[in-house]
């Protein structure tokens, strides 16, 4: 049954797998471009900015030299920028260790910060072909449903469970292309609702299509975390030569390395004569109207974002912030909703 299930969904994945541009290349670099990127996001959204960040850093070298605003950048619109900073801070980190000698051992690559077990068994394996599980969420519902294990899969003992399991089954001589083929599997039959089952390759020795659980697993024991209402009030400042001001985030809240303008935080809706104390008070700016307004959700958190004009009265006062022209707009990294705004501003 074993070597019939690595045999069967390889040569299903020969004749289906999604043609991505990171599957035409063993590069190790491209890979781990690629992984970055697909981590909480769909692979139908990175092709574009996977093509654009290859071409403007082509190699480690590059992403080593960039600064951080280059690749913040590259990565606008994409979301979770850890990830960025992650990969940045990895072509650094090699630079200045190993002479861009790379980690070709899964228990190499999970030394960095930012490559988990998952990102680095798919490294290791397609690029290097070290036998080792890629497992994520479409690999242990594939799996928990093939096998029939009702363990709960955030569980530390069952991950183990699944990784000697699968090791047992794994085509050893091609380790990336059966991790693929999972992933593929997982990604476009074997999801989460209305699965194909009748087109899967391995129906037949599933212990789930023949018994009917499809839908019971896999079993997993999550807390579901409350969603945090947070309102952001940013004001949009020109300066006399029509300059407008922007601050670099640094803090350890969303959107670390990013750019936006002077704000207001409040866990609470302000009425506009709140916001306009509040402005006053920290940076000693006049606020006029709200001028624009958008609603951004990320991970656990609604942020319902107002943005107003303000008149300087003294620079003196806005010290963390720099002026830019109109035309510098595109040099820097910006959060989606800041984006929104310029575009409705028609500035970018």
Known sequence: M?????????IWYKNNYRKFPWRKTKN???????????????ASQVVKYYLNFIQEFPN????????????????????????????HLFAKRLKKNQGFFFPSKYKDLIKYKGIGPYTGAAVAS?????????M???AYRVFARYLGIYKDITSMVTKNIFSILI?????????????????????????PKRAKCLLCPVKNSCFSFKNGTVYELPVKNIKKKSIKNRFFYYIFLCDSNKNFGIHKRSDQDIWKGLYDFPLIVSEKSLTI???????????????EKIIYQVNHRITNQTLFIHFLNGKIISKRYLDKLFFIPNEKICDYPFPRPITLFLKNEKMI
């Open 2 to 10: 074993k070597m019939n299930f690595s045999k069967n969904i390889t």
């Open 28 to 42: 190790p670099y491209y890979v781990l471009v690629s992984e970055f990127m697909l981590q909480q996001t769909k």
């Open 60 to 87: 480690l070298e590059k992403l080593a030299e960039a600064e951080e605003k280059e690749v913040l950048k590259k990565w606008e619109g994409l979301g979770y920028y850890t990830r960025a900073r992650n990969l």
């Open 126 to 134: 397609i690029c290097f072909d070290e036998v080792v599980p890629a």
């Open 136 to 138: 994520d969420g479409n």
């Open 167 to 191: 090791l047992k089954m794994m085509d050893k001589k091609n380790p990336g292309v059966f991790n693929q083929s999972i992933m593929d599997l997982g990604s476009t039959l074997c999801t």
């Open 273 to 287: 004569l709140e916001i306009r104390d509040k402005i006053w008070k920290k940076f000693k700016v006049y606020s």
